[in-house]
């Protein structure tokens, strides 16, 4: 899964999948710009939204936990629904 935007003025492409990381790639070098782990099973799906002036990656996995990514910042925003 992957989907694009802009982060602190780059264009970026991100991705997850089996491995359970959401990697941010800057698409004129094709680096890795980042990785974050924190989901337990397959990354399924996953969208990019500008929230005000932040970049926002949302990651999903098939039992429906959802993580919201401040692409920006590099932290974890929510993870709607979980406790700790």
Same mark, same amino acid.
């Given at each position: 899964?992957? @989907?694009?935007?802009?982060?602190? !003025?780059? %264009?970026? +492409?991100?991705?997850?999948g089996a491995d359970q990381v959401l990697r941010v790639w800057d698409t004129e070098?094709?680096?890795?710009?980042?990785?974050?782990?924190?989901?337990? @099973?397959?990354?399924?799906?996953? !969208?990019? %939204?500008? +929230?005000?002036?932040?970049?926002?990656?949302?990651?999903?996995?098939s039992d429906g936990v959802l993580r919201f990514w401040d692409l920006a910042a590099g932290t974890l925003l929510a993870t709607p629904g979980v406790r700790a």
């Open positions: 899964m992957n @989907d694009g935007m802009e982060v602190e !003025g780059r %264009t970026v +492409v991100v991705s997850g070098t094709g680096e890795l710009r980042a990785a974050y782990g924190g989901h337990a @099973d397959p990354i399924l799906t996953v !969208g990019c %939204t500008q +929230v005000g002036a932040r970049s926002i990656a949302v990651t999903g996995r």
